[in-house]
């Protein structure tokens, strides 16, 4: 989702890093830019929608030391030059980008015009340059002006703000990312490392309710509310693999997905201290949550079952963005687990601080050290896949899956065991994905593509692994597709049914292949194409992928030829499935 950028120092190639630093933020989706620079005593900016890949940071300014850039996925307004970040004042003295909503935008804007402000675009984020203004005007104080406004912001948000008469950058933030990166020559400030890590390794973290005034020379962190001074460390971060780096693969999709070969046995080996540890908490625990949203909310969804029939133990799955009308059940004893493969979700950040509301511990498993919901968390779990880039999540979530299961084994004394099934499974995964099996997907995608309706089904665990399959295929081809626990099939969605359908079956050698079997069977006798997943063969399958009998890891094994399917009929479709259209791959909004 939107990405953040900001510099100033006594480097004068401002702008000029500005646009490199918001390319190296693309993955996180976003359909229109911006940057503003200061350039002598007046702010000089451009603005485009559509992407910053091919532009050149020279061809805007080479003799600016500060400035500040902008990604925008839209949320209030569409998508046009004028809703495009930074946003101004009138006099296009103060600019402004933002992440998150101003939820109280209207009555501001209200209040605003009252005293003669007009708004030329429809964001929300507009409001803030005019509302500095204001109190610019009653304090002559920029970074004063900054704070009074913030505290009258009610949402989750984080600004950057300069003025063209101060050599300042001020940033604040209340519940999206804000990273400051400390350089040589200077100080940026942006929503995610990758922004300024060509720069510095050195980090400082601003939390919720923070603000950073800096001229690049000097940094001065304080409390939006109180003003008071706040202290902060200095943290190296790791060189992780380059962001921009898909070696030979066409995509970052394709090549995250390929990385699974690797990643799936990266996650199991943790310290197994750790996960014995998280076991003790959940035995301990008087009720254990797990929230997530989209694919990693499937995992959660999975890890029910994994909880269920390996472990015998009672967990309760709630989407995140549902997750506060559960607070009726929490207590200071409950237990919140949170996935999330970025750490910056926003609805997941929202169910925790509903869980520290009644005193609950929150444990953490997420993809980004350092983020967010990890340094919000009681205690962290790295799922340690690398980077993900690609929208689409695919390694992240079998990462999620591996790491979920094997905590289902240790709650029941069983880690070893656990542990060696997983890493049997990433062994036959690293097998399955060679170049004849892509091939073949190939194929199918080659057969199915032109089919607007796809449907999947699956019981146990290969239920959520039947919604997830549905999310990545709709999210890179487009198609149409739905996920459906195979036994509410004849409750309403076997309708849907026409002769041709392709259905897609998730089964593994288990007590519920039967009741799955049978399911296909209703669905190819209202002439449904069937494409059975499945370690072994079947006269019902039109289509055969084969996967490896895993046992209880099965929902790893089976979703992997979905994702190389998914990845496929996009290309084919001729999309990019990178950049899936209207979706971001951090959702900093709720
Ligand atoms: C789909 C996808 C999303 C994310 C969701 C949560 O492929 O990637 O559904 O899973 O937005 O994101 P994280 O895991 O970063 O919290």
Request: aromatic share 8%; with cysteine.
């Amino acid at each position: 989702m939107c990405g953040i950028f900001g510099f100033v120092g006594k480097r004068t190639d401002a702008a000029v890093m500005a646009v490199e630093g918001l390319k190296s933020l693309e993955y996180r989706g976003y359909d229109s830019w911006g940057v503003a620079w200061k350039e002598g005593d007046h702010l000089s900016h451009k603005k485009e929608i559509g992407k910053i890949s091919g532009v050149d940071g020279h061809s805007l300014c080479d003799v600016s030391s500060l400035a500040i850039g902008h990604t925008r996925w839209a949320t209030h307004g569409g998508v046009t030059r004028e809703n495009a970040h930074p946003q101004f004042n009138e006099d296009k003295t103060i600019a402004v980008v933002h992440n998150g909503i101003f939820e109280n935008y209207q009555q501001l804007r209200s209040e605003l015009r009252t005293k003669g402000h007009t708004f030329t675009s429809d964001t929300d984020t507009e409001v803030a340059p005019h509302l500095i203004e204001e109190y610019l005007k009653e304090t002559g104080d920029f970074a004063h002006a900054v704070r009074l406004a913030c505290k009258r912001f009610t949402g989750r948000y984080a600004i950057l703000a300069v003025h063209a008469a101060s050599e300042t950058l001020v940033a604040a933030r209340t519940g999206s990312p804000l990273i400051i990166g400390v350089g040589e020559g200077g100080y940026f400030i942006a929503s995610d490392t990758p922004a300024f890590q060509a720069h510095t390794r050195t980090v400082q973290y601003l939390d919720d309710g923070e603000m950073v005034i800096t001229n690049g020379k000097n940094i001065l962190f304080s409390d939006i509310e109180t003003g008071g001074e706040r202290t902060k460390r200095e943290i190296e971060i790791p060189v992780s693999e380059a962001p921009s780096d898909k070696g030979d693969f066409a995509h970052f999709m394709l090549k995250e997905i390929m990385d699974q070969k690797e990643s799936i046995a990266r996650a199991v080996n943790q310290s197994e201290q750790e996960i014995e540890t998280i076991a003790e908490a959940i035995r301990n625990a008087k009720g254990t949550f797990l929230v997530g949203c989209g694919t990693a909310g499937k995992a959660c969804m999975a890890a029910e079952y994994f909880f269920s029939v390996v472990a015998e133990h009672h967990v309760n799955f709630a989407p995140a963005s549902e997750f506060k009308l559960y607070h009726h059940f929490l207590k200071k004893e409950s237990l919140l687990i949170v996935v999330s493969q970025s750490g910056e979700t926003a609805d997941v950040l929202e169910a925790m601080q509903v869980a520290k509301s009644k005193g609950a511990k929150v444990l953490s498993i997420v993809n980004v050290k350092g983020s967010s919901i990890d340094r919000a968390s009681d205690y962290t779990l790295c799922i340690n896949a690398g980077p993900e880039r690609a929208v689409a999540s695919t390694k992240a979530l079998t990462g999620q899956l591996a790491v979920l299961l094997l905590i289902a084994y240790a709650l029941v004394g069983r880690l070893k065991e656990g542990k060696k099934l997983l890493l049997e499974t990433a062994s036959m995964i690293n097998d399955m994905l060679n170049p004849r099996y892509v091939e073949r997907l190939t194929q199918l995608a080659d057969r199915i593509k032109r089919h607007e309706n796809l449907y999947i089904i699956g019981k146990s665990w290969n239920y959520p692994m039947a919604l997830e399959s549905a999310i990545k295929i709709q999210e890179v081809s487009y198609i149409h597709a739905e996920g459906f626990a195979g036994g509410e099939l004849k409750h309403g969605p076997i309708a849907l049914i026409e002769d041709g359908t392709p259905c897609i079956v998730l089964a593994g050698r288990d007590e519920v292949m039967p009741d799955i079997l049978s399911n296909a069977v209703q669905l190819r006798a209202r002439g449904a194409l069937i494409i059975g997943v499945s370690p072994e063969p079947n006269e019902i399958f039109d289509e055969w992928i084969r996967v490896p009998d895993a046992a209880s890891a099965q929902a790893i094994v089976n979703i992997i030829p979905i994702q190389v399917l998914a990845y496929f009929l996009a290309v084919q479709r001729g999309k990019d499935p990178d950049m899936p259209r209207n979706l971001a791959k951090s959702v900093t909004v709720k």
